[in-house]
């Protein structure tokens, strides 16, 4: 595991090419296999994690997700996404996200969090190529 220390987060990479499962989660903290750093909002994809820092691309709860919290992730040759909006789906995706990830031939999952955590270690432990971001709180 390599840690590379970024002004406004962590990052965290495996080596080993999958996509890491994501330890554990509560109400404001996530824990992601493999990386010692707890994150409130976390982007994963096969081979590492960082947090999700809304502030570099001007993500607010509404319009929510825009295609470029995506981009990072989507430049790893995921196979599908996972997108949580929150414990109270308070983080809206709009369809021009969604559509984003189609026309890049990704499959989207947009999820409440706890749910869309779940589906994703399932995938991930398929062997899916699969990247996500998630929202931790509300």
């Given at each position: 595991?390599?840690?590379?220390?970024?002004?406004?987060?962590?990052?965290?990479?495996?080596?080993?090419?999958?996509?890491?499962?994501?330890?554990?989660?509560?109400?404001?903290?996530?824990?992601?296999?493999?990386?010692?750093?707890?994150?409130?909002?976390?982007?994963?994809w096969p081979g590492g994690s960082r947090t999700w820092?809304?502030?570099?691309?001007?993500?607010?709860?509404?319009?929510?997700?825009?295609?470029?919290?995506?981009?990072?992730v989507v430049k790893k040759d995921v196979k599908t996404?996972?997108?949580?909006?929150?414990?109270?789906e308070a983080l809206q995706v709009p369809a021009s996200?969604?559509?984003?990830?189609?026309?890049?031939?990704?499959?989207?999952?947009?999820?409440?969090?706890?749910?869309?955590?779940?589906?994703?270690?399932?995938?991930?432990?398929?062997?899916?190529?699969?990247?996500?971001?998630?929202?931790?709180?509300?």
């Open positions: 595991m390599l840690y590379i220390k970024y002004p406004f987060s962590r990052l965290c990479f495996n080596f080993v090419m999958s996509s890491p499962e994501i330890a554990s989660l509560s109400w404001g903290q996530m824990k992601v296999k493999g990386c010692s750093t707890t994150y409130k909002d976390c982007k994963v820092d809304w502030r570099e691309t001007g993500t607010n709860h509404s319009p929510g997700v825009q295609p470029a919290d995506l981009e990072e996404v996972v997108i949580g909006r929150g414990m109270n996200t969604v559509d984003y990830l189609k026309k890049n031939g990704i499959d989207v999952l947009v999820l409440q969090t706890e749910k869309a955590v779940a589906e994703y270690n399932t995938l991930a432990a398929q062997g899916v190529r699969v990247g996500g971001v998630f929202h931790s709180t509300c």
